[in-house]
């Protein structure tokens, strides 16, 4: 009878809405009119992608048939790419919402706006996502519904909380002392020794990577500014001790000396980088630190301001970083940092991640090629990923997705994604 039970869920499971999940071993052949393999070559010209098993296993000129009981999909009069990859996300967040909540929503609540969210994401053409500060299961359990088709979402790569400074951006804050203690994620530490036993229980507790705030932040309501957080020896300390069990770490980091700060103790990303010089920009250089630099977060802080939206405390830090929009990233670029594609979607409304293509080339005079680099290549590399997604060839995951016109002279094509495939899964 237990068996049985299992069976049925199993069934059931397999046949979630918004996920068609292919019979073992069944074939899809996609038609496309042009295929962009890699964003650093040139299209091609009309080809037939086959993918089995979550697969691609061939990519042949021209349309061709393959064994009659293969699915065709019809991509003839589309653009066919890699799929997305969005560096910094926040699945279980959504934009305005008062920081009481936190007092007051669950995390498994959380946790469904996470899955909803994740549907919003992959539709809007990213089938990988790296999901930067959530509760402390929340984005583990997201991750591994979404790996094992219980939902239908993107690939997420999670770091569960961010480790933070007692009282800066990422600790609880904005509420009196015994609700604050209450909350408390056990996500802060003070000194190179307890930063390291963070780094350490995060990474036993499931993280994929381990996600830091180096400096101050906008949304919080702590009042300390944007400036560096953690000591130096302290994010030595993490880096160090992530690197060391295989860890990348990811810095949310505004202003320039924390940038520089951040960099210098070897962090693999800058996470908005915002108020980064020409000094920051030689030390991400210098240290192979990419920069990620969010501007869509900018954007949607920006349309939220003056509304009574955000407190006095998030108003006047919003609004010294939105005047710096594009700044860093010229800085960064001209100092031949590598620039990574990342978000922070859930600042804004989930699903417009693709609006962070056209500002990239508006406000920080990136090519087409080179922004969408940065959210295939450049971003599977950052990942460790780089040879399984990122690119159309085969062997790697079968994430593609289609665009009507060419996203290599007009990222905004990409802003109306049509056609999804995630690992292999038609996504309705
Ligand atoms: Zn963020």
Redesign the pocket.
């Known amino acids: 009878m237990r068996m049985m039970l299992s069976g049925l869920m199993a069934a059931t499971l397999l046949t979630a809405p918004g996920v068609s999940a292919p019979a073992a071993a069944q074939t899809i052949l996609l038609h496309a009119g042009r295929v962009i393999t890699d964003a650093n070559q040139p299209a091609t010209g009309p080809a037939t992608i086959t993918v089995t098993d979550g697969k691609i296993t061939a990519i042949t000129p021209g349309f061709v048939d393959g064994p009659k009981e293969a699915r065709v999909i019809d991509l003839k009069t589309k653009t066919v790419l890699p799929g997305l990859i969005d560096l910094?996300v926040?699945l279980q967040s959504n934009p305005g919402g008062d920081y009481r909540d936190e007092a007051v929503v669950s995390d498994d609540f959380a946790t469904l706006v996470g899955a909803r969210n994740a549907l919003i994401t992959v539709k809007a053409g990213f089938t990988t996502v790296r999901d930067?500060?959530s509760t402390r299961q929340g984005g583990f359990a997201l991750r591994d519904a979404t790996a094992k088709g219980l939902i239908p979402g993107p690939r997420i790569i999670a770091s569960g909380p961010a480790v933070s400074i007692i009282g800066g951006h990422g600790d609880v804050n904005g509420f009196r002392e015994d609700v604050a203690h209450a909350l408390d994620a056990h996500n802060t530490c003070t000194g190179p020794v307890e930063c390291a036993a963070r780094v350490r229980e995060f990474s036993k507790a499931g993280a994929d990577v381990i996600k830091i705030t180096a400096t101050g932040g906008v949304l919080s309501q702590q009042g300390r500014g944007l400036g560096q957080h953690f000591t130096d020896p302290e994010l030595k300390a993490i880096v160090d001790t992530a690197h060391s069990l295989g860890l990348r770490v990811a810095a949310?980091a505004h202003s320039a000396r924390g940038v520089e700060a951040a960099a210098r103790a070897g962090v693999d990303s800058a996470?908005h980088a915002t108020f980064a010089d020409v000094a920051a920009a030689k030390a991400m250089k210098a240290s192979g630190t990419a920069m990620v630099p969010t501007l869509m977060?900018l954007a949607g802080v920006k349309e939220r301001l003056g509304k009574g939206i955000y407190t006095p405390t998030v108003e006047a830090k919003g609004r010294e970083a939105v005047a710096q929009m594009g700044k860093a990233l010229k800085a960064a670029k001209a100092e031949g940092a590598t620039i990574g594609f990342g978000t922070?979607a859930?600042?804004f409304e989930h699903g417009r991640n693709a609006g962070e293509f056209a500002l990239m080339v508006e406000w920080g005079g990136m090519t087409p090629r080179e922004a969408l680099a940065s959210a295939t290549t450049v971003a599977a590399k950052l990942l460790d990923k780089d040879t399984e997604i990122g690119r159309i060839a085969p062997g790697y995951a079968a994430d593609i997705i289609a665009v009507d016109g060419d996203p290599l002279s007009d990222v905004r094509t990409l802003e109306q994604v049509g056609f999804v495939m995630a690992r292999g899964r038609i996504i309705d």
Do not use: P, S, Y
């Open positions: 910094h926040h930067l500060g949310h996470e977060a922070d859930g600042v």
